[in-house]
């Protein structure tokens, strides 16, 4: 693997736990919170639930494809 490839897993990761604690503040919020989020977002922008699912998808992915076991604990549920 390229210098260039793990330097992308290396930010993936990292963009992937960021979507979670993301996630986990947008899930704290009240219903009508959680509207006003989704009515102020830009058109076509998913909403923090979503951006965590299909993050981890993709890095779990690249993992899998690159037969790579995180040791550290980068794979978390969605």
Not at 31 to 40: A, K, N, Y
Not at 70 to 75: L, V
């Amino acid at each position: 693997m390229t210098i260039e490839m793990e330097n992308f897993l290396y930010e993936l990761k990292k963009q992937a736990m960021q979507t979670h604690t993301l996630k986990d503040a947008y899930e704290t919020l009240t219903p009508d919170e959680q509207q006003r989020i989704s009515s102020l977002a830009p058109a076509g922008q998913s909403m923090p639930t979503e951006q965590a699912r299909t993050t981890f998808e993709w890095y779990n992915n690249m993992q899998e494809a690159h037969g790579i076991k995180d040791t550290d604990g980068g794979r978390r549920a969605y």
